[in-house]
């Protein structure tokens, strides 16, 4: 097997977990979203927009 290969994409899944988290986006979900679509996850978290901060 080549774990170089699952070791990339695992750190690739979790990069793109904060950056969901950082737009104001649920991490997990693009956690596992990322998981399927790997570096088009990274595309589409870099060119969606922030979402609007809630008022708490």
Known sequence: MN???YA???TLTLINAG???GKGRSGLNW???SLLLGPIATFLIV???PL???AA
Do not use: D
């Open 3 to 5: 774990t170089e290969y």
């Open 8 to 10: 990339g994409w695992g």
């Open 19 to 21: 950056l969901a988290q």
């Open 31 to 33: 956690f596992l979203l």
């Open 47 to 49: 060119v969606l927009s």
């Open 52 to 54: 609007p901060q809630r």
